[in-house]
């Protein structure tokens, strides 16, 4: 990195929310693996003990001035962590202009469950029951890390959709 970076961190999570400035790849591998190389060598930034890892290609885009956008979703033992996401981009000489988006530091936790899903589903239908009154819901489950402020938790995500009532989408943790 040269020294015109600019640099924004989340001020709760104490990793870089903005990475400005050029970084040149060392290699001439895939974007994706250009992208690792710049997160990996900026651990004191991200706090990513191993981005390849940890970090979950999305997509790739290109657009017409010749510049590539990849997102990738950060991930912990193979959950996704909540809310976490980078996006690295390269300008059309092939150097890394700009990182952007959140992440958390490496958890240390259990990836194993000390809920249930069904009781997770159980207790999350108690909570949206009154916004759907009754009306036939749908749901959905995922277990995921979830970045408590600066405490990630194990978490279920419970997803709710109406049947009958239009487009309705009700989130419980």
């Avoid at 591998?29 to 930034?45: G, P, T, V, W, Y």
């Avoid at 033992?77 to 150097?95: A, I, M, N, T, Y």
């Avoid at 194990?154 to 239009?166: E, H, P, R, S």
Wanted: charged share 25%; aromatic share 10%; proline share 5%.
């Amino acid at each position: 990195i040269d020294t015109s970076n600019r640099i924004t961190a989340d001020p709760i999570r104490k990793t870089a929310e903005v990475v400005n400035g050029r970084f040149m790849p060392s290699t001439t591998a895939r974007r994706e693996l250009q992208a690792l190389e710049f997160i990996s060598s900026r651990s004191d930034l991200f706090g990513l003990r191993n981005p390849a890892g940890e970090l979950r290609l999305e997509r790739e885009e290109s657009d017409n001035l010749g510049m590539a956008h990849l997102r990738f979703t950060q991930t912990f033992e193979g959950l996704r962590v909540w809310g976490c996401q980078k996006v690295v981009h390269f300008d059309s000489d092939g150097s890394i202009y700009l990182v952007a988006g959140q992440n958390i530091h490496t958890p240390s936790i259990s990836t194993t469950p000390t809920v249930s899903v069904s009781t997770a589903e159980r207790a999350a239908y108690l909570d949206a029951e009154p916004v759907f009154d009754g009306r036939a819901v749908r749901s959905e489950s995922e277990l995921l890390v979830y970045p408590d402020g600066i405490v990630p938790r194990l978490a279920w995500l419970i997803t709710f959709y109406g049947v009958d009532i239009g487009v309705i989408r009700y989130r419980v943790f």
